[in-house]
Nanobody, 124 residues
Framework: QVRLEESGGDSVQTGGSLRLSCEVS????????LGWFRQAPGKGREGVAS??????YYSDSVKGRFTISQEDAKYTVYLQMNSLQLEDAGVYYC???????????????????WGHGTQVTVSS
């Protein structure tokens, strides 16, 4: 059974930092295609960052502030978020396993497995 479990969501003030973690079942982790998405109320799911083939990818809105990384020994992917802004608030989802539908890393349809999300709240 594939399992992805996010943690680390919290309430922070603007300018603050958080580190999200996602523990991934080995089967999904070994697919080597890992990503973070977020969804704000009333909006669609947005690709935030991805790591695969030894490279990292970021949306323009988080580039320079967020860092995605992985720890193979723990089958865990992280998202370090710095200089948080109000627009960073939302539910953050971990995703894994490429579905090869021809999309980009930031397309949710490109990922097979999903976690249930962790809430990030940012206040001024």
């Amino acid at each position: 059974q594939v399992r992805l479990e996010e943690s680390g969501g919290d309430s922070v003030q603007t300018g603050g930092s958080l580190r999200l973690s996602c523990e991934v079942s080995r089967y999904a982790y070994d697919r080597k295609y890992l990503g973070w998405f977020r969804q704000a109320p009333g909006k669609g799911r947005e690709g935030v960052a991805s790591i695969f083939d030894g490279s990292t990818y970021y949306s323009d809105s988080v580039k320079g502030r967020f860092t995605i990384s992985q720890e193979d020994a723990k089958y865990t992917v992280y998202l370090q978020m710095n200089s948080l802004q109000l627009e960073d608030a939302g539910v953050y989802y971990c995703a894994a396993g490429r579905s090869w539908r021809g999309g980009r890393w930031s397309d949710s349809s490109e990922y097979k497995y999903w976690g249930h999300g962790t809430q990030v709240t940012v206040s001024s």
